[in-house]
């Protein structure tokens, strides 16, 4: 347990200690409409479509529709 034992003093210069308030974001003062927001601005520009235009796209799955054809010729083979 003694290699445990290291100098806290060796870790404190290379990182600045946790009192010093760190700002990782731009700036909390700047209202959220000042900052550089992505691409959501564009979402209210289709007010016809929903925001994912993809969606009703992906809903009717080609595989539903090509599950009843089949049935139709096999009842006229029989």
């Not at 806290?8 to 927001?37: F, K, L, M, Y």
């Not at 929903?50 to 529709?65: A, L, Q, V, Y």
Request: glycine share 4%.
């Amino acid at each position: 347990m003694t290699a445990m034992t290291i100098e806290p003093t060796s870790h404190t210069p290379s990182r600045p200690p946790p009192e010093i308030p760190v700002t990782p974001h731009p700036s909390p003062d700047i209202a959220p409409g000042q900052r550089p927001e992505p691409e959501i601005p564009q979402v209210p520009e289709e007010p016809g479509l929903p925001s994912w235009p993809s969606e009703p796209d992906i809903t009717p799955d080609p595989g539903f529709p090509e599950t009843p054809p089949p049935t139709e010729p096999a009842s006229s083979a029989a």
